[in-house]
């Protein structure tokens, strides 16, 4: 067993693939690196990285408590929505900070990826915070199909992200199955409430209170004690 070589080679190889097919290997190679966030599913860093002998390299980074509780078609679209930020610095003129810009937008269109706020169609093509969907028929379509005709991703993260587990454990996450994670042994929790207050009845009168778990209440009318009938 070679997690650490495996899992940055099927990384390696999924960004050489694409460099290939989507970018005509325009792109220099980059550091490519697993980075936990809660907020992002991963991140484009130019000349983050210098050697010894003053050579800077871009980092791409991924984030792996995804990999788990999304499609891998996703991961790899993710992927590929970096490595268009990568070609923009290197060829074209980025937008200030994290804004996703028309030449940017553009760029992801004609490799088949469609930029959106939402992440589904009609959303905003430009902005700070951008997600795509894939177009059908588009070359990242059929890039991404071949590649994962011979290429999985072995490494997932058995404590993955609480709010795309409940998705998952809802059943909304086209192609993946909770059965199968539990299976492999990724921890996934039922959601959660996001209220803690319970409600409290009297059984003689009725009478109903609210509050925080574990009280101990009296009914003022009936001398009764309140029970805990849920939330």
Not at 52 to 69: L, Q
């Amino acid at each position: 067993m070679q997690p650490t070589h495996e899992a940055y080679s099927e990384l390696e190889t999924a960004y050489d693939h694409f460099n290939e097919a989507l970018f005509d290997g325009q792109l220099p190679k980059c550091l490519l690196t697993f980075q936990r966030d809660k907020r992002s599913y991963g991140y484009f860093a130019c000349e983050r990285f210098v050697n010894s002998s003053g050579e800077k390299t871009d980092e791409i980074a991924m984030n792996p408590a995804m990999f788990a509780v999304i499609p891998v078609s996703e991961i790899m679209q993710t992927l590929v929505h970096e490595m268009a930020h990568q070609w923009q610095f290197h060829f074209g003129k980025p937008g200030r900070r994290s804004y996703h810009n028309k030449e940017w937008g553009a760029k992801m269109e004609a490799i088949g990826l469609m930029p959106s706020n939402t992440g589904e169609p009609g959303g905003k093509k430009v902005g700070e915070q951008m997600m795509d969907y894939i177009i059908e028929g588009g070359q990242f379509e059929a890039a991404c199909n071949e590649l994962l005709s011979r290429l999985a991703i072995t490494w997932r993260d058995r404590l993955p992200v609480q709010k795309l587990v409940d998705q998952v454990m809802a059943g909304a996450v086209e192609g993946v199955e909770a059965a199968d994670l539990i299976a492999m042994g990724v921890e996934l929790e039922a959601p959660t409430s996001k209220s803690n207050r319970r409600k409290y009845s009297c059984s003689k009168c009725g009478v109903n209170a609210w509050g925080k778990p574990n009280l101990n209440l009296i009914c003022g009318d009936c001398q009764e004690r309140l029970e805990d009938v849920g939330t």
